[in-house]
């Protein structure tokens, strides 16, 4: 992969952007692949204690007053790290649901932080094909004229109409 400047390595790790700590990206087939570190770990009675530029919490807080459940009318304290959307209440680290499949969105010290899935261009040649129920990026392209790919093992073979998986798509090919 070739970003900002710099070469990585197939399956390196490539340096996170300072302003979404949860974010881990690859170097993966050329192109850099994104996941969002969770932090699942919830204690009744605790609040998460964060460094700058770290997603997960260092420390926990834990009081026997502090509560994990506000009821309505009654006011966060003031260390509480936590977001409220459309009234209900998410723990740093909780996911919370997003309407758009390609967010994945999580809480993080009073804000809603979202990770935006890029689609991988198609290869040339290639159309995509319907994007499913529930997913982002299309998983099926139907591609045309792959008669410049080489395969050394096929000699004096021409294939009409053949299906073949590459990489976990699905291509069409007319001729070989």
Not at 12 to 39: F, G, H, L, W
Not at 42 to 65: H, L, V
Not at 69 to 98: A, F, L, Q, W
């Amino acid at each position: 992969c070739y970003l900002d400047g710099r070469y990585y390595d197939e399956g390196a790790r490539i340096p996170m952007d300072p302003m979404k700590p949860c974010e881990v990206c690859y170097c993966i087939r050329n192109t850099s692949v994104c996941t969002m570190q969770i932090c699942e770990l919830e204690i009744d009675g605790c609040f998460p204690q964060y460094k700058p530029g770290s997603c997960c919490p260092s420390r926990y807080n834990c009081t026997e007053q502090a509560a994990t459940t506000i009821p309505p009318g009654i006011m966060e304290p003031e260390d509480y790290e936590g977001c409220r959307v459309n009234g209900v209440m998410y723990k740093d680290g909780e996911s919370v649901p997003s309407t758009d499949n390609c967010e994945t969105c999580y809480c993080m010290k009073h804000e809603v932080v979202c990770a935006v899935q890029e689609c991988t261009a198609p290869a040339d040649n290639c159309v995509p094909g319907e994007i499913e129920e529930g997913q982002c990026c299309p998983t099926k392209y139907e591609c045309r004229k792959l008669s410049s790919i080489v395969f050394s093992s096929i000699k004096k073979k021409v294939c009409h109409s053949t299906k073949f998986t590459l990489l976990g798509f699905h291509y069409y090919s007319e001729k070989l």
